[in-house]
């Protein structure tokens, strides 16, 4: 199952090129088409989302009150809701120790300056329906942004005929202020643009499909938005000392995310990979999304043997994946050399699985490479900043010449005579 390569400086090349390759963006085809689908919404608002809607979902769209989520929350099972209660509290933990202040000081000239910072007004979280409904990622999206101070969270959700009753009970966990049921391109149209009931909003998280990434992709700039995410990976750097039940168990737990994730094995022994391969195929044998797990492990799945862990850090530091997990003797030792990914777990109890859904961090990570300068989503992606200056005549007085020079230098004179005109 697994493909197990020595490092020779190319057969670890074409595997890394290869994992890139993978999350080619959209076609043509798919651009064009929701090119279309935001041109109308931004020229005919809610009755084109309401065309588009019935035309792909055979529905139109509706809120969801307040009440059918307090419903859903009390037909969850009582351990589901504390699971998601207990990721909740977590979540907003973390955050809130992460949340900056507003700060103002004195600059080396006596005046005062600073920076304040608020969230955003208004933020829109697309929620995927049917089979890809995860109550986890309502969290990891909404909480945050309550943290930051947004004003009001709006989710969109695409109206299903059975609305996930986990989705709509985390959405209350979450103090998501409105769930509207629209989905597709034309659900990000009209937070894009607005579109009657439903109200533009500064940012847009959370994942979709092929045409829900171009449509954001299309709406940056109209809009900010967290990334535009391609098939999830997981990289783990393990020695000798690794437990290969349990990193045959970590490859697997993104490998059946779908059939383009990719899952990769640094290790410092042969024999280790030898043991994970023989530990995927069994364990394979007896989880449910099997075929899906053996296309991504076939296609995007190796191993590769390093010389070292230096090589081996060197190697993810290249490739830059979403989860990277260090099972080493000394993974700590380790931590220094890692350089990009979108989040470490240390140690062998420390499970990829944890950050997706309890430990607090956020699980939406920046993929195929990003993390070379992108950052995982978190309270500080829901903020914005203002500097602040304030000096007085005697503080200006003494920099007065200094501005004059430098606007003189640039040719802009009326920014010289708005210095000048204060001391004739």
């Known amino acids: 199952m697994l493909n197990i390569v020595t490092a020779d400086g190319v057969a670890e090349k074409l595997v890394i090129q290869a994992i890139r390759e993978r999350a080619a963006s959209a076609n043509h085809a798919i651009e064009m088409a929701v090119k279309a689908i935001m041109e109308n919404v931004r020229e005919e608002g809610l009755p084109a989302v309401e065309r588009y809607t019935r035309q792909f979902d055979h529905k139109v769209p ?14 969850c099972p009582k351990e589901l809701i504390a699971a998601l209660e207990h990721a ?14 507003s700060v103002t000081w004195s600059s080396p000239d006596g005046g005062e300056v600073g920076r304040i910072v608020r969230g955003l007004t208004r933020v829109g979280i697309y929620v995927p329906g049917g089979t890809a409904a995860y109550p986890s990622s309502v969290l990891m999206n909404a909480i945050p942004a309550k943290v930051a101070g947004v004003e009001e969270i709006i989710m969109v959700t695409p109206p299903t005929d059975n609305l996930n009753d986990a989705v709509l009970a985390a959405a209350k966990i979450a ?4 769930v509207i049921a629209v989905g597709g391109a034309q659900a990000v149209a009209a937070l894009t643009y607005g579109a009657g009931v439903i109200p533009k909003v500064d940012k847009l998280v959370g994942p979709g ?3 829900v990434a171009a449509a954001k992709r299309l709406a940056y700039g109209q809009l900010d938005i967290d990334m535009v995410a391609g098939p999830s990976e997981v990289l783990v750097i393990a020695d000798e000392t690794a437990d290969a039940k ?16 990719s899952a990769v094995l640094l290790t410092t022994s042969k024999a280790l990979a030898e043991a994970v391969d023989a530990e995927m195929i069994r364990q394979t044998g007896y989880l449910e999304r099997s075929e899906i797990m053996e296309c991504s492990i076939r296609d995007f799945g190796c191993a590769i043997v390093c010389h070292s862990l230096d090589e081996a850090a060197a190697l993810g530091n290249e490739i830059a994946p979403e989860h990277l997990e260090v099972v080493t003797a000394d993974p700590e030792g380790l931590l220094p050399k890692i350089k990009n990914a979108g989040a470490v777990f240390l140690g062998s109890w420390s499970p990829e699985p944890l950050g997706d859904y309890l430990a607090g961090p956020d699980h939406v990570l920046p993929t195929s490479g990003t993390a070379r300068f992108f950052s995982p989503l978190s309270v500080t992606s829901f903020l914005k900043t203002m500097s602040v200056i304030k000096y007085d005549k005697a503080t200006l007085e003494p920099v007065k010449d200094e501005i004059i020079v430098l606007a003189q230098s640039e040719k802009l004179t009326a920014h010289a005579n708005s210095i000048q005109v204060r001391f004739e």
């Open 209 to 211: 499909n092929a045409y």
């Open 175 to 178: 103090g998501v202020d409105r």
């Open 62 to 75: 509706y809120e969801i009150s307040r009440e059918k989520l307090a419903e859903a929350y009390d037909r």
């Open 88 to 101: 909740a509290a977590n979540i907003r933990d973390y955050n809130e120790k992460l949340l900056p202040r």
């Open 246 to 261: 349990f990193v045959a168990a970590d490859l697997l737990s993104q490998a059946e995310h779908d059939k383009l994730a």
